[in-house]
């Protein structure tokens, strides 16, 4: 964690590294943070966007001292991966294509969304895909990498992740808190009047679910049913014995939104009663920086292995022509993450474009 940020209160202390890499561990998204070779760097200032096009972003930051980064591309039809040993660096480090979508079937369009994990000893990218030939099924899906580099190696298709329905199902995260390893996605449930809710369940196995599947969160609030009733991209970060869960809202415009539901470390997640909603959105769409439709997080820890990184995408300007899902200009956006007295996230506002 960072000691503050421009937004952060100045007397914030910075917490005990163990204490971080504990809260790091318990974190699937922050599992990996390097060792103590790099935890003399400072946090570095950063460039934004970070990389342009390229929406929906993931950075895994892993124990190899190099930063993955992924996201969707705007084309819809591949899977991208590049590394660096500094979040700078990906703006400007080799891009590889490690997955193309089918000509046909399951996996022939929407290619949305990707997070690339370590687990277990392997690699592990989860994505959205729709057939081909009916492009709006969209279910989850998983491939695997047993290389210990994931640009090399060859990645093989697990095949579909199932759930309780077959409906439209996306943006899924996976994370470990307290020894049990979870997935949280965004699904349709039958009979229910929204687009996608927030679930969660336990997991067998990297593309498995066991046990049930439980609701956290659907749309409620005004800001949440903007355009459609939508919560989706969730992303987990575990600090200061609570467990946060980010996830956006609303059409994707700049309308879209983060909200935040909280649940006590000690308590057990899959039971809704433990998650706290904010009635209010975190993180938003603002004038004064000139960036719009803030959203599809995920969390990484900065060079100097204290600082925590928001990453997320936004547009450098609100109006857009046509459909949104047509506009290539979500652009992969950085910024460091501040903590407030009580211990909850301050996300501030998306910073303006760098000069």
Known sequence: MSRRTDDAPEDLEAPDRRLLLKGAAAAGALAAVPGAAHAAAPAAAYTNPLVRNRADPHINRHTDGYYYFTATAPEYDRIVLRRS???NGLATAAESVIWTKHATGDMGAHIWAPEIHRIDGKWYVYFAAAPAESVWDIRIWVLENAHPNPLRGTWAEKGQLKTAWETFSLDATTFTHRGTRYLAWAQHEPDMDNNTALWLS??????TLTGPQVRLSTSEYDWECVGFKVNEGASVIVRNGRVFMTY????TDANYCMGLLTADADDDLMDPASWTKSPVPVFASDDTTGQYGPGHNSFTVAEDGRTDVLV?????YQEIDGDPLHNPDRHTRVQRLGWKRDGTPDFGVPVADSV
Do not use: F, L, Q
Request: zero cysteines; a positive charge.
């Open 248 to 251: 956006s809202a609303g059409a």
């Open 202 to 207: 336990e997991m067998a196995n990297p593309w």
């Open 85 to 87: 040993r500094t979040i």
């Open 312 to 316: 997320y995408h936004a547009r450098p």
